[in-house]
Nanobody, 125 residues
């Protein structure tokens, strides 16, 4: 069983930056795909960024050039550096993981079996 705990959310003004962290615990093997998702009120959960076991990174078009996903391979801690934040980035951000070398659809929620509780990001204009 894998547990994921997110942190780093908060309230910022448009143009600001935040760095999210996701700390996994439990049985972690080397070949894990991890990702960040977000869900705004009244909207579906959407994939933001992912990283597979080979280090391949995938981003949603809406965050390309602004967000950067990374993982510390020694600790499996997952990060999401978010720059030039916009009000439309406001959402509850979730960390997700699954045991796999890679995913067919990196930003599809159904690919991931383990989820954190989420951390709130609020961007004001």
């Amino acid at each position: 069983q894998v547990q994921l705990v997110e942190s780093g959310g908060g309230s910022v003004q448009a143009g600001g930056s935040l760095r999210l962290s996701c700390i996994p615990s439990g049985y972690i093997r080397g070949n894990y795909c991890m990702a960040w998702f977000r869900q705004a009120p009244g909207k579906q959960r959407e994939g933001v960024a992912s990283i597979d076991s080979y280090g391949k990174k995938t981003y949603a078009d809406s965050v390309k050039g602004r967000f950067t996903i990374s993982r510390d391979d020694s600790t499996n801690i997952l990060y999401l550096q978010m720059n030039r934040l916009k009000p439309e980035d406001t959402a509850l951000y979730y960390c997700a993981a699954d045991s796999a070398w890679t995913m067919v659809y990196d930003l599809a929620a159904y690919e991931y079996n383990y989820w954190g509780q989420g951390t709130q990001v609020t961007v004001s204009s």
